[in-house]
């Protein structure tokens, strides 16, 4: 078990490097600088130049790209020349809104997908289960932009029942985080179906079966529980990538969270916000993969003795 965290642990350092070194490279190749942006196209080239170098963008890219890891060490990012204080301040500010955010879609896509692939996996083959798996088909097939305007055309503009943007009590909550979670119970409910198909094919259900029990107790007192191995799994990968694909539902409805930090600080070049922020979300994502990797390691001793 020890082996493994150390073998989780050298991995997870290898990908943020490379996260880092991504990152690093596409805000270089992006066009056009801060300094223009700040300045504007009509400005004067010696005021250009002279922000470039006050924002240490005049050194060769081996300079800069050195410069850069060092600061990611100490993680300190610089200055946001936008918002004039430290870049990583910014994120952080932001951070809790979109954690905020993502867990209670977590909560919403685990309930719903749950329920749902429990009922399918019940009663595959049967009508339920086609709806179920039609319905999960669609829930990841519309764009998440277009399902949040719906939402807001629907329940905002008509019905008039929920607000359409902005922060402040828990009915602003209600439309983005619905929207957000609609991918994830699709992905919920159909690994759920799968491994609640898959356990109740096994040969310990088949023995319950015959000293007398129920499907349902089958389901509910034996499959159950190694049907969530990994569901859970997938929870925990899951969370991260809904607070990195929380920016086209943040923005949709004006969340205030990282989001619409990340689409602000890329429209205005801003290197050490852009940086702070992607290498962030890319630390939370590792840091749930190692989280994941563990959980399971824990539940299923099978991967627990294969990685002794």
């Known amino acids: 078990m020890a082996m493994m965290v150390i073998r989780r642990l050298a991995s997870a350092l290898v990908v943020m490097w490379g996260a880092a070194s991504l990152i690093f490279v596409v805000i270089r190749l992006a066009p056009g600088g801060p300094a223009v942006v700040l300045l504007g196209p009509d400005a004067d080239p010696e005021a250009v130049a002279e922000l470039t170098a006050r924002l240490g963008l005049d050194r060769s890219l081996p ?9 990611v060490v100490r993680l300190d990012f610089g200055e946001s020349y936008r918002l004039d204080m430290p870049a990583m301040e910014a994120v952080l500010n932001r951070l809790p809104a979109s954690i905020e955010l993502a867990a209670t879609a977590a909560v919403i896509a685990v309930c719903a997908g749950l329920a749902l692939g429990l009922l399918a996996g019940y009663r595959r083959g049967g009508a339920l289960d086609r709806i179920t798996s039609t319905l ?10 277009w399902v949040g305007i719906m939402l807001i055309l629907t329940f905002s503009l008509v019905l008039r029942l929920l607000p359409s943007s902005g922060v402040g009590t828990p009915a602003h909550m209600v439309l983005p985080a619905v929207t957000l979670s609609l ?18 094919e096994e040969p310990y259900a088949g023995t319950a079966r015959a000293k007398g029990l129920t499907d349902r107790q089958v389901l509910l007192g034996h499959a159950l529980r190694n ?8 929870v925990t990968l899951q969370f991260g990538a809904l607070i ?3 920016v086209v539902v943040e923005n949709v409805f004006a969340w205030p969270g990282l989001g619409s930090l990340i689409v602000s600080a ?31 390691a824990r539940l299923d001793p099978r991967i627990r003795l294969g990685n002794a």
Do not use: C, H, K, M
């Not at 049907?227 to 997938?234: D, E, N």
């Open 63 to 71: 300079e800069q790209y050195l410069t850069y890891l060092l600061d």
């Open 266 to 296: 890329v429209a205005g070049r801003d290197y050490a916000v852009v940086q702070a922020a992607a290498l962030t979300i890319a630390g939370v994502i590792v840091l749930l993969n190692l989280v994941a990797d563990l959980l399971n």
């Open 136 to 145: 999960t088909i669609g829930l990841q097939a519309f764009p998440t932009f």
């Open 244 to 246: 990195g694909g929380a």
């Open 227 to 234: 049907s969530l191995i990994p569901v859970l799994t997938v």
């Open 183 to 200: 991918p994830f119970t699709a992905i919920v409910a159909r690994l759920t179906r799968s491994s609640v198909v898959e356990e109740l």
